[in-house]
T-cell receptor, first 114, second 115 residues
């Protein structure tokens, strides 16, 4: 079974600082995708970053990067130079390559202080 | 990126009535769509997988007779909440899988309030 765990219900960061959101997952598959989604107050889900499990290199999208530790089944998100617009719920998610179901973690609410 | 549209974005109905929510992929064909339910301050709970031209696959604990899903075309899936009750009030989100990319695109969500 797939599970995704986010142990931080809330996080806070000062504007322009860096913050790391934690995520661990479990799957019996060898090939899968991992995602971080952002859900702002509008409730629209936005893909932040995606990682294919077979790739050793950590994915990066501008100010967003991940630390993917496959053996530890850890997939943390680092947000650099935090901006007020980064304030949102962040969900970690996984999907097996051969399947369709995307499983979401409980989410971490990020507050950005001016 | 690909666009998925949901309609209506919010709906209020009386207890006992049925409500239909539409999910459309506007610029791509989606053979597979997903319906999620999200309670306040909680995560997305997968309700069912909607497959074009075939019956939906429901997750354990989701009543298929309560939540009717139809995926009659490659761009449209509908969720009908039948005989709605106040406990069905929630935020419903659909997503569509862009074949080949492995990427999910989400609709804007629909807030259902049952009085």
């Amino acid at each position: 079974a797939q599970t995704v765990t986010q142990s931080q219900p809330e996080m806070s960061v000062q504007e322009a600082e860096t913050v790391t959101l934690s995520c661990t997952y479990d799957t019996s598959e060898s090939d899968y995708y991992l995602f971080w989604y952002k859900q702002p107050p509008s409730r629209q889900m936005i893909l932040v970053i995606r990682q294919e499990a077979y790739k050793q290199q950590n994915a990066t999208e501008n100010r967003f990067s991940v630390n993917f530790q496959k053996a530890a089944k850890s997939f943390s998100l680092k947000i650099s130079d935090s901006q007020l617009g980064d304030a949102a719920m962040y969900f970690c998610a996984s999907r097996n390559t051969g399947g369709f179901k995307t499983i979401f973690g409980a989410g971490t609410r990020l507050f950005v202080k001016a | 990126g690909a666009v998925v549209s949901q309609h209506p974005s919010w709906v209020i109905c009386k207890s006992g009535t049925s409500v239909k929510i539409e999910c459309r992929s506007l610029d791509f064909q989606a053979t597979t769509m997903f319906w999620y339910r999200q309670f306040p301050k909680q995560s997305l709970m997968l309700m069912a997988t909607s497959n074009e031209g075939s019956k939906a696959t429901y997750e354990q604990g989701v009543e298929k007779d309560k939540f009717l899903i139809n995926h009659a075309s490659l761009t449209l899936s509908t969720l009908t909440v039948t005989s709605a009750h106040p406990e069905d009030s929630s935020f419903y989100i659909c997503s569509a899988l862009l074949a080949g990319s492995g990427e999910l695109f989400f609709g804007e969500g629909s807030r259902l309030t049952v009085l």
